[in-house]
């Protein structure tokens, strides 16, 4: 069973309808329990940053994705669940992440040119790092594959952590992934056949 947890931000039931679509097992839930004996955890998340992060720590899901993290359970951020994996974030000030994945999270017209609307929003292809092996969430999916994104922000000095990159007049970090820690900065489950197919390669990665 997955558990998607509910801390009071994010579109969290067209994520377990999806995962119901490929046959997955889905609770949304903020109950410790629950969440500890899931065999993955899923981080959704829209909006603010500093909000989502002080409503993560207060409901004391933060504690516990971190223990769950560290015994090695898969986890996978979508969007701000992704930010929330980095270090810091530096929308509307300075704020701490978990510190899942080293990174800091920066605005992107501090990269785009002039005249690209922000935020982001639309589809755009992903690539896959050269020097790398594919990451297995993307092991049913290829290299120009379209998925859905909605962000002003993205993660950066991460370099190492990078599984997959976008083009929108820069190269901007679409996902990452350390050990069993992974981000989607896109919606799967708003990204058609190519999302459910990501989700399902969350589903069988193994540690």
Known sequence: MIAIIDYGVGNLFS????????GEEAAVTNDVNVIRNSGRIILPGVGAFGDAARKLRESGMA???LSEAAGGKPILGICLGMQLLFERSFEFGEHSGLGLIKGDIVPISNVIPEGFKIPQIGWNALRFPADREKSSIFRYISQNHHVYFVHSYYAANCGPYVTATTEYGAELTAAAANGNVFGTQFHPEKSGTVGLNILRGFCESRF
């Open 15 to 22: 994520l377990r309808s999806s995962l119901a679509f490929i």
């Open 63 to 65: 504690d516990i994705v």
